[in-house]
């Protein structure tokens, strides 16, 4: 069973259009933070939400945490080829360790 | 300091022989961690340091992958009679401990060392 559940796996899309990843668990986070990895490189943070409702936007990227903390989305709009890469969300366990979703592929077809 | 580099990018290897990969961390960070990620999954954790000391290892280290962060800063990750099944991204990452002024944690990572068992 995998701790955050992310969907959808696999997305191609237009250039141009909006788009929207998810991040669910039923656990209860203090924060979570969204990567972005291209092929072949290491994954880049782009933010990190820690209050339940909170909205963070990032030029076309919004990122929002659930009211009751236990899950995420990440809305993209106006896609462009450059978003093309695997979006991961993580959280900090427990345990100390950061604990990834399972990744959304995302394409951006010119 | 620019960012966490891990050493080397890529790396081809007979099945059978010893691997050995580094990462500096950030300098001021005082957390290291390694991962193991396959294509199109997310990064799986295998162990991380808190300064010198390894606090924790994933069961998916087997006895045959060994690491070490000798002097709280850099680490080196060794596996010894590589597998095909080791075949992977290996990514590390650093982190404050405490989260700094921010109050949580951010982890950042490296470009990862690719390795290929052949």
């Known amino acids: 069973t995998q701790l955050l559940e992310q969907s959808p796996q696999f997305l191609s899309i237009q250039e141009g259009e909006n788009l929207t990843v998810y991040c669910n668990s039923s656990s209860v986070f203090s924060s979570l933070q969204w990567y972005r990895q291209e092929p072949g490189e290491g994954p880049v943070l782009l933010v990190t939400?820690?209050?339940?409702?909170e909205v963070k936007k990032l030029k076309r990227l919004t990122f929002q945490f659930g009211d009751a903390r236990k899950d995420s989305s990440l809305h993209i709009t106006a896609a462009q080829p450059g978003d093309t890469g695997l979006y991961l969300c993580?959280?900090?366990?427990?345990?100390?360790?950061?604990?990834f979703g399972t990744g959304t592929s995302l394409t951006v077809i010119p | 300091d620019t960012g966490v580099s891990q050493d080397p990018r890529h790396k081809i290897t007979k099945r059978g022989q010893n691997v050995t990969f580094r990462c500096d961390p950030i300098?001021?960070?005082?957390?290291l961690y390694w991962y193991r990620q396959t294509l199109g999954q997310g990064p799986e954790f295998l162990t991380y340091f808190q300064n010198e000391a390894q606090l924790e290892k994933s069961r998916l280290l087997s006895d045959r992958f060994s690491a070490e962060r000798p002097k709280g800063s850099f680490s080196t990750l060794e596996i010894q009679r590589t597998e095909q099944g080791d075949s992977a991204m290996y990514l590390c990452?650093?982190?404050?401990?405490?989260?700094?002024?921010?109050?949580?944690?951010?982890?950042?990572f490296g470009q990862g060392t690719r390795l290929t068992v052949v």
């Open positions: 993580a959280i900090r366990s427990a345990g100390n360790q950061f604990y």
């Open positions: 300098s001021e960070h005082n957390r």
């Open positions: 990452a650093s982190s404050l401990g405490d989260g700094g002024r921010a109050g949580y944690t951010e982890a950042f």
């Open positions: 939400v820690v209050t339940g409702g």
